[in-house]
């Protein structure tokens, strides 16, 4: 079977829309969980335009630079949601525009 | 004398007096006191068995050799003298701390002995690099003092302090390095060391401005009008103890600075710089004498005081001439015995009368004679009457410069008259006229107090009527220092 | 070559012995061992003294030097503290051991009363030392010691009573004034050693001669500037204004510091250093100016006080006037003379009006005495001797002294009967007030009850130096005679009328003053208005010590106190805090980009980003 190059383009107007998306939802969103989520979508862009570029010039790097994202991803994922768990007991919401502590 | 060690005993010192708290609450002020005791025997041992005032002591160890860097301590008489004031009044800030502080006793001595530890290494550092090092390490204890143990507006005073001498700091460490530099440059050897930073030939415009780094790092410290603002308020807020060391030995950093870096390594530019500085000592001397007669707080008119007679020891410097230099290493050694012990008389008051303000004091005499006895004392040494060690310090002073610049030292003659205003004035505020209320009942000086009064009053005599000894202790150096010069 | 005169350096040493035994004992000590210690520290050293004097008269040297030890030596200035005795030394040491040992003595009796007993004869002691300093030292630094040292223990001691604020005020006020020429006086002290290169006043004194051609500028200014020291010390124009409210201290400090010795120290200086003066025309004749105006000036203000004490503070300025005045018409000897006579008549006066005022339970208004010489016998007659002493009636002591300073003011240059005729008018006003005060306080009705309390130790050192201030003069100028040079001074023979004239006019002053307040044994009893009406102006005018006072509290103390309270705040400081002021406004103006909220922070991250790609892509 072979298989039908997907032309690069696409693959990056697809990541950058992905990425759109979730910067807006990081932007737009206020409660945490979503903002979470949508870091998670901005990564997976990342590692989609990584992945197509390590493709197309036939080179493992992008590949190595994926696995590299996934495993931050699963870390940020991790201290996030305890960072998210201890919001909701201090706080008693996940509202992230009530906390803002760093306000100068 | 391994000048390394000794150091570092003030510094282990320091740490065991803070975990000691631990075992005892009390236990970390007696074993600051028995540091600062073998510390202080050890130093008199020394003093006793040299027969060499140049080189007293002598430690060099390398540290950072690809920068040229080592701990290269010394000590020569004129260092002596003034380790000797620090330790001294290390145990007078020890003791005055006595009963004053109740909490973290362990952490605040450990800052006490390290400041200590700073100063003397300060006193003895003849590395530039390792000089700064001291320099620092001696100014963030100092800043805790200030900032745990301080009075009501500590935090501010804390944080001003800190400033105006970090800024120093920072004048001080780009100087030196640049000057590490100048001299890399000229001779393609990387040095710190005093010895050879002290022949390395810099080319004019760079020497002046270097030496103005120095030279403002270290004004800041004396201090000297118009970089003096951050002392009143530090002197003021600070705790009893850190009021004494601070008058007493961190502005003689400042002086030591100036005397010891300032004009050996940049003779030609600081010669350029005379009549500023001499202008910038007459100014201190006036300014500050006037704006203590206008204080109405205790401290405060202490503080302005201070500013007063270190510009004597700023004007004697660049008068640079044998007599003032005398005169102003004098003057540090008197203005640090009498200045601690009216801070330490002020302290006494503020436990007692729970206020520093004058105008709530009045009549102490009557229920603290041995009190108002002892504060006329220094009081009268600080207005310099003969006899006593300021006396000697400002006449040399004023007669050196005298045969330099005529017009600064009729200038700074007036700071004589004005210290007779505001010296006799805070007499009569705080201790004479009509007893204020609620003053009755103030306790005297118990023999704690008296007795470490006591040892002041005998230096200060011994200053005043036998002074000799001092002049012969620094001789090596003093002749070195003026003969580099006009 | 005696063991007795090396005794010399016991003799400051006793009193400073006493001094430190009273400090450290802290008051502790009853009121017996304290006055044993205090008045026999000072008896001792009277004592010693003596016999210091006897074996130096004997063995016919002309000084005696005994070095203690080199104070410093730095670069060639070597002060050494050495003790120089000579004639002139043996004069004032005599004085000040033997008058205060006198004083010291009446003083346990007139403080006996008072809080402090201990303080006072340790204060009075340290005075003792410091004036024995002062005078014996070889070297203008000792002499400087002694001469703050002094100062110093008068400070002290005017505000003895510290609890009033006045009194505290007025001590400061001397120590401050006295200061500032004290000031003058060793910016003097830095010229000669940069330009005679020493302070040992032998060295001076021969150097200077060796050096200076005779009127140098160098020498006068030099000369005015000890001066300055000398005036503010003494009393004398224009710094004459801390002495009268110096009398806030107890009397017997009045008697020793402010009458018979340190307000003399003046006249010691210039007649120590007399080569320097006679070196300089122009600055000798200012000296005699100073004194001539001083000794006038002084003399009207007497005349009008109302308080006695104030009385004879002002006459003291006025009699040293007579010896600024004589020093600077070269009348040396006659000055000292005067010094010596002085000293007996005035520390006599001031004890018999410490008697009287511890009678009258401390009132000193003179208008509130009055017939009070059938109570008080003895203060009576001495202070009848002391006054006529101090008016300079005949065979009195102040006779001989001050007739000799009249006469040889008559010979000096040029303007010597313009001298002559001014200080005479002067004796003239001093026999009227001695006359005013003794009838104001002794005659007419009586106002006050007085209770005598004085006991033996009070009387007799009245009477000692009663004796002293009738026949104190003898012995004439010769007893003084020889410790000075009179340099340059011709004693010819005086036309007979001049002697007559000086001996004279005196006499008429008290004459005119028997004549003026004999006769108003009615004056009014209540003491609202005793002065006549007319002339009452003039009469607050001379009280006030000419407006002096508050010429230099406008010209001086106001503008200075006023500027001082608008400083407090230290302007210099007001940089630094407005440069933290503009550093927390920029800091507010960018705080508010720190909103706090995480989409602000990732929108401007996202934009920037944004911006920065575009500006890679474009450029």
Known sequence: ?104 | MNLLAFILLLLAGGAVAAVSERLRPNAARWVSLGVLLVTSLWLLATAMTTTDTDVVALTRLAWIPRFGISVQLEMDGLSLLLVALTLFLGIVAVVSSWTEITERRGFFQFNLLWTLAGVVGVFTAFDLFLFFVFWEVMLVPMYFLIAVWGHEDRAYAAMKFFLFTQIGGLLLLLSIVALAYAHYASSGVISFDYHVLVNAPVDQPLAFWLMLGFFIAFVIKLPGVPFHTWLPDAHTQAPTAGSVILAGILLKTGAYGLIRFVVPLFPDAALQFRWPAMLLGAISVVYGGYLAYSQTDFKRLVAYSSISHMGFVLLGVFAWNQIAVNGAIMQMLAHGFSTAALFMIAGALQQRLHTREMSRMGGLWTAAPRMGAITLFFVVASLGLPGLGNFVGEFLVLLGAFQVDVWLTVVAGLGLVMAAIYALSLMQRSFQGTPADGVAAMTDFGLRELSIMALMMFALIGLGVFPQPVFDLAAPFVNRFVGGGP | MSAPLQLLAWVPALPLIGFLILVVTEGRLGKLPVALVGVGSVGGAALLALLVSLRFVQSEQDVYVQTLWQWLAVDGFGPTIRLYFDGLAMVMVGVITGVGFLIHLYATGYMAEEEGYSRFFAYMNLFVFAMLMLVLGDNLLVLYLGWEGVGLCSYLLIGFFHTDPANGYAARKAFVVTRIGDTAMIFGLFLLVRELGSLDIQTVLHSAHASWPEGSSINTLIALLLLGGAVGKSAQLPLQTWLPDAMAGPTPVSALIHAATMVTAGVYLIARLNDIFLLSPAAHLVVACVGLATLLIAAFSALAQTDLKRILAYSTISQIGYMFFALGVGAWSAAIFHLLTHAFFKALLFLCAGSVILALHHEQNVLRMGGLWRKLPIPFFCMLVGAAALAALPLTSGYYSKHAILLTSFDAESIGPWFWGVASVAAFITGLYSTRMIFLVFFGTQKTEPHDRSGWNMTLPLLVLAVLALGGGWFGLNAVAGVLPDGGVKHGEHAAWLAWATTLIPIAGVLLGCVLYGYRKTESATDAAPQPLRGESIAGFLRGGWGFDSLYDALLVKPFVALARLMKGDPVDSVFVATAAVARLLHKITATTQSGQLRWYAASMGIGLAVALLLAVLV
Not at chain 1, 13 to 31: C, K, Q, S, Y
Not at chain 1, 57 to 69: E, H, K, S
């Open chain 1, 1 to 104: 079977m072979t298989a039908i190059p997907v032309p690069l383009d696409h693959v990056f107007v697809l990541a950058a829309t992905l990425f759109l998306i979730g910067f807006t939802g990081v932007l737009v969103r206020r409660n945490v969980i979503f903002l979470l989520m949508s870091l998670e979508i901005m990564l997976n862009a990342c590692g989609l335009a990584f992945v197509a570029a390590g493709a197309h010039w036939g080179a493992p790097d992008g590949q190595v630079m994926y696995m590299l994202v996934l495993s931050l991803a699963a870390a940020e994922a991790a201290l996030a949601l305890g960072l998210i768990l201890q919001m909701e007991r201090r706080f008693r919401h996940l509202d992230i525009d009530a906390i803002s502590e760093l306000k100068g």
